[in-house]
């Protein structure tokens, strides 16, 4: 700002020479055109290119030279007219003030180069001193205040605009450091899930003395089909590659082409638990798709209640699994009459920690039921409702055992589908 104005500046000190005939020393007027218009390019050019810009170094240089301008220059006129025809140094010199509010701030510094400007002006019309004399001097002082103020304002602006900067810098890293956890955490549960899910309950069934019967080769290949495709495909965990060969083809047990929807889902896990012998009795009625994740994540919980239900129910003569929703809803129950337990003798397991805590962090709520001797029920649902129908959520997402049911139908009611198996005492 202050090298635009010295630049536009130096333009007023050709005017005293339109009154050549009149000047004292006209040679002496020219010669302060061509200095006045060296200083201003050099100024200018300092200003908008220095390494110091405005720096104390070219604030004073520039005050020392307007003080020699004013007092050389004005002997240009004769005496009784410097203040009429060298009046057109001033606005030249008004910049070296202004500079000086930009450049020094306030301090005795800055003041003391104010008042030598002054003074230096009313050395220079001397003797021709008039009412005049005062505006000049007083345009000294209030181009030095101005300025001052003007760059408190600016100063303040950068240092917000700074500020700003700096926090948009860390709300950058901020995201991108939650978007890198929550991609971890999406590894984490699919790699907890396929453990889990696939691996595990073959395990179990070989260590607990269990023969190798043609159900569970079958689930072992299809665990070890998924183990070797986060071990050496390059997409890693991509639930794409890992529920077929990442180019649409279906693998041993998965949905065929064009059978991936959260239904065709569904249904593979309702094959893969009736190949274990497990007495189910589905009722799905999928009308739209849910997200990806919230999909993975409710086939996820399900496998892992149907799950518990081969583990801990005992000998049970039918197991139901209802599926209801669309792509904005999705309830999903299953209702064993086993043994049950007390959820309060009952340390959580997997299930509550990893498959149902995924389906919670995508928006749904998934609660168990249960009783001794009565079974048990796993309620799923996406979205989570506001309001649970008791009012209160547990927090490891078990219902108390006094058998209460967290399904919105009432005891001994059927949701709107009206599934047969859910009639009766819970």
Known sequence: MVGYARAACATFVVIPLFGWDRLRHPWLAVLIVVA???????????????????????VLTDVAFCVALMLVGSRAAQAHERNKLMTELVPFSLVASAGVGFGLGLGLLAVFAVVILMTAWSLAVLPDVSLKLGSDLLGFALWYVVAMLIARELRTLSAATAAAQDAARAAGRLAVEQEREAESLRQREITHREIHDYLLPIV?????????????????????????????????????????????????????????????????????????????????????????PVREALVAATREALRNV???????????????????????????????????????????????????????????????????????????????????TPPDGTTPSDGTTPSDAPDGEAPSSAAPWQTGPR
């Open 36 to 58: 006045a218009a060296g200083e201003a390019s050099w100024f200018a050019w300092r200003a908008w290119h220095g390494p110091g810009r405005l720096s104390q170094r070219l």
């Open 310 to 392: 081969v583990r801990h129910a005992g000998g049970v003569d039918e197991v139901s699994l209802f599926v209801e929703g669309d792509a904005d809803a999705v309830l999903v129950v299953v209702r064993d009459r086993g043994v049950g337990f007390d959820p309060a003798t009952v340390r959580p397991g997997g299930g509550l920690s990893g498959s149902y805590q995924a389906l919670r962090r995508h928006g749904g709520q998934a609660l168990v039921t249960a009783r001794p001797g009565d079974g048990v029920k796993v309620t799923l649902r996406w979205p989570a409702p506001s309001t649970p129908p008791d009012g209160t």
């Open 204 to 292: 179990d069934h070989v260590a607990g003395g269990g023969l190798p019967s043609p159900a569970l080769v079958r689930e072992a290949r299809r665990g070890a089909q998924r183990a070797r495709r986060i071990i050496m495909d390059p997409r890693g965990l991509d639930p794409r590659v890992l529920d077929g060969d990442g180019n649409g083809n279906g693998g041993d047990g998965l949905p065929e082409p064009g059978e991936t929807g959260f239904e065709a889902m569904m249904s593979a896990v309702v094959d893969a638990f009736a190949d274990e012998g497990l007495a189910l009795v589905p009722f799905v009625a999928i009308q739209g798709e849910p997200p990806v």
